[in-house]
């Protein structure tokens, strides 16, 4: 049994280990520190290491053991709501943060947590009290501040947004990615203050890589802005070095699952399962394609909910069941029917936490490209909405952005490059098989002729046509992409062959779509 003093220095020495990334060592030794005593320290640190190598469910379960001594604790609610959400169990999640908030209302840790739930599940302004009540409580908390900004930004509340992202920096001037945030919402001029602050910071603070990559980024838009093209590309260029040093990216792991894929598909013993009754859109792409102005538009009809930019398919075809399964072996019938029918049954059961009203649904993922033919088979009735651009400006536009983790292949031009002949492939695959249920809308064609091909969208997607797509800019619903400031403007002309300008910089890029 331990001391109430030995469990002090056992604590912080667990504490230094974790902060310094040690959470096997972690693990390991607080598994061991639990047989001798149960105390609810150790109980949440291990639950914080489990949840630090996204071993989520085994983090449930410790959270689980541990309620069951102390069912009020407020740590462990806490813990416990943060598994869950990461589990994707979104009610459950709320019922542990509510649970913990009736005990301790005033727990900023659990009203942050509640605020980031919510901001998930697209209840934006709800999270947004949340943060609030939170600033109330304590005004230094740089995460709560920078995820109030994030919702702000989301709803197109620009000033709102800055406000709470110059916060940050004031609470901690080295957290550049605030600096890359405020410049995504300012148009510069020469002289402008924020642009010579950020190199003021740049030449004169010591600042890690990471800290580097988002100023860099910010630097780059400043110069856009202003016209220095050749200052801006480089600043892009430098951000995108240390993206690209961070995470490698493989394009022959991404051709070795179309093969996969195709493997599949060819085999021809998959049949078609019983349709929800609710009939969803799916809007795929290369990213910055214009996927989000078309699920503004689409979702700006009275039948139809915006589900934005979801992880819900892809972690469920691609995480879950080709892990599960091996996509490989799926030969038989039953299995192959098991494998659908558990697809769709989870896909609606995680979209049901965000809107059970409407009947139309918007699933606006890009790179759900991948999965057009589960999404064929999964939802009979569902639609395809191919959204296609000027390569050039798709490639540039993803350059300039920061995607580190989400989309790798955006941090080179010759990765962007192989990408994009990556997703013609596909594309002109699944053509073969369901070229009636897929719909190509040309970004160029939508912002010469917004009405005509608003109607022929509409059409696609059997909507009735609804004057309110005609005026996405009054949409207030949340949007959570990069793309959100544009998706919230009247359509205009002025993004079409935007590259054009750095063109010269683009011949990597070319070079392998030309081929």
Not at 191 to 212: A, G, P, T
Request: aromatic content about 12%.
């Amino acid at each position: 049994m331990l001391s109430d003093n030995e469990v002090k220095i056992k604590f912080d020495k667990l504490s230094n280990k974790l902060q310094a990334g040690q959470f096997s060592e972690v693990i390991s030794e607080t598994l061991n520190l639990l047989k001798k005593r149960q105390h609810q320290v150790f109980f949440n640190i291990l639950s914080i290491a489990y949840q630090s190598i996204s071993e989520f469910q085994k983090s449930s379960d410790v959270m689980e053991d541990a309620l069951r001594m102390n069912p009020n604790n407020p740590f462990f609610l806490n813990n416990m709501g943060i598994s869950q959400h990461k589990l994707e169990n979104f009610d459950k999640a709320e019922e542990y943060f509510n649970r913990g908030l009736k005990i301790a209302p005033n727990y900023i840790n659990i009203l942050n947590n509640l605020g980031n739930l919510k901001k998930d599940l697209n209840f934006t302004n709800e999270a947004i009290e949340n943060y609030k009540k939170s600033i109330s409580i304590k005004d230094d908390v740089l995460e709560t501040h920078l995820n109030l900004a994030n919702c702000y930004q989301s709803l197109g509340r620009y000033e709102n947004a800055i406000e709470h992202y110059e916060r940050v920096l004031e609470i901690n001037s080295k957290f550049t990615v605030a600096d890359r945030l405020i410049s995504k919402l300012k148009k510069y001029k020469e002289n402008d203050v924020h642009l010579e602050s950020m190199e003021i910071k740049l030449k004169n603070i010591n600042l890690s890589e990471d800290q580097l990559s988002h100023l860099y980024f910010g630097l780059g838009k400043a110069y856009e802005d202003i016209k220095n093209l050749e200052k801006s590309f480089i600043y892009y260029q430098n951000g995108n070095k240390i993206l690209n040093k961070k995470i490698k990216f493989d394009i022959d792991i991404e051709k070795n699952d179309f093969l996969k894929i195709k493997d599949f598909f060819s085999k021809k013993n998959v049949k078609k399962i019983t349709q929800s009754s609710r009939k969803f859109v799916f809007i795929v792409g290369m990213p910055r394609s214009g996927t989000s102005l078309i699920e503004q538009i689409i979702s700006s009809h009275k039948n139809v909910y915006g589900g934005g930019e979801l992880p819900f398919l892809s972690n469920i075809i691609k995480n879950k069941y080709f892990n599960d399964y091996d996509i490989i072996k799926l030969n038989k019938n039953d299995e192959i029917d098991s494998f659908m029918s558990n697809a769709l049954d989870e896909y609606v059961k995680k979209i049901s936490a965000l809107d059970n009203t409407k009947k139309d649904f918007t699933d606006k993922s890009p790179l759900n490209f991948r999965y057009v033919g589960f999404i064929k088979y999964i939802f009979q009735n569902s639609k395809i909405i191919n959204c296609k651009r000027n390569p050039i400006d798709i490639a540039w536009s993803n350059y300039k952005n920061f995607f580190p983790d989400t989309l790798p292949f955006t941090n080179s031009l010759n990765d962007l490059g192989n990408y994009y002949n990556l997703y013609e492939d596909y594309m002109k695959y699944w053509k073969i098989s369901f070229a009636k249920d897929i719909y190509d809308i040309q970004y160029e064609n939508l912002v010469n002729e917004p009405k005509n091909e608003i109607k022929k969208l509409l059409e696609f997607c059997n909507l009735n046509w609804d004057e309110n797509c005609m005026h996405h800019e009054k949409n207030d619903r949340s949007i959570k992409t990069a793309s959100a400031p544009q998706a919230r403007h009247p359509i205009y002309k002025s993004a079409v062959k935007s590259s054009n300008s750095y063109k010269s910089y683009m011949e990597d890029f070319l070079k392998i779509i030309n081929d």
